[in-house]
């Protein structure tokens, strides 16, 4: 019993202990909030005291070379450029309504970049290209072109789109489309002869391999003329 009592004596006296020390936390920070209270009350009370003077910037400064330009100089706007002035590029400035012109003028040019007719193979267009090795070639259908000219004239109405091998994008803005066939040509004509064709070579940029319809004793023409009316 006696050392139970004991025990017990000693956790009384440590409990009393830990209240006293928590009483003065409390006591003390009663005190640092009395004493912040009383400074804010007295600052707004008296005047706000003056703020110190920046020092003043050296008279001189360094320019980015690292040479020596006086403060005033270097705070001065660089006088306006002049008419006629060559700039940075080389070029004369340009000013008023020269420059309005050169505007409209780049602004027009630009319209009518975005506005004209883009064509451009896709895979398998790339593959029946004569540029592509005779043995990697593979060679178009005559259907395929067909399909083509459908779409450069009825656009997203025709019953096939040309999306297989190639993509014609602005197809509204083409002006006319044109298609001239010569019989009895073959590709090694073309190939074997090409210099004799300088128009062919210098205006058309995409030059590609098809089967002819001779092949399966067929027509270029007739084959061009049956259009299917519907899409499967």
């Known amino acids: 019993m006696t050392g139970e009592s004991s025990k017990r004596r000693l956790r009384i006296e440590n409990k009393k ?4 020390a928590l009483l003065d936390i409390v006591k003390l920070n009663e005190y640092d909030r009395a004493q912040k209270t009383k400074q804010k009350e007295q600052e707004i009370q ?4 003056p703020r110190p003077e920046a020092e003043p910037s050296p008279k001189r400064l360094k320019s980015a070379k690292g040479e020596c330009i006086d403060r005033d100089e270097a705070l001065e706007e660089p006088p306006p450029p002049k008419i006629g002035e060559i700039g940075f590029s080389g070029k004369p400035r340009l000013e008023g309504d020269e420059f309005i012109a050169l505007k409209k003028t780049l602004r027009e040019k630009t319209q009518k ?3 004209q007719p883009n064509f451009r193979l896709r895979e398998l267009g790339e593959n029946a290209s004569l540029t592509t090795d005779i043995n990697d070639r593979v060679p178009m259908f005559l259907s395929d072109l067909q399909h083509l000219i459908m779409y450069s004239q009825l656009g997203v109405h025709a019953p096939y789109l040309p999306s297989r091998w190639c993509a014609l994008e602005k197809y509204n803005r083409l ?3 044109n298609l001239l066939v010569i019989e ?3 590709l ?3 190939v074997a002869y090409e210099s004799l064709f300088p128009f062919l070579s210098s205006t058309f940029d995409h030059k590609l391999e098809m089967i ?3 092949s399966y004793k067929s027509d270029i023409v007739k084959d061009l003329s049956m ?3 519907t899409g499967l």
């Open 227 to 229: 259009v299917p009316l």
């Open 184 to 186: 009895n040509i073959s």
């Open 175 to 177: 002006i006319n489309t």
């Open 113 to 115: 970049i975005r506005n």
């Open 46 to 49: 008296s005047p706000s005291s």
């Open 17 to 20: 202990k830990k209240m006293a």
């Open 188 to 190: 090694y004509h073309f």
């Open 212 to 214: 002819t319809p001779a």
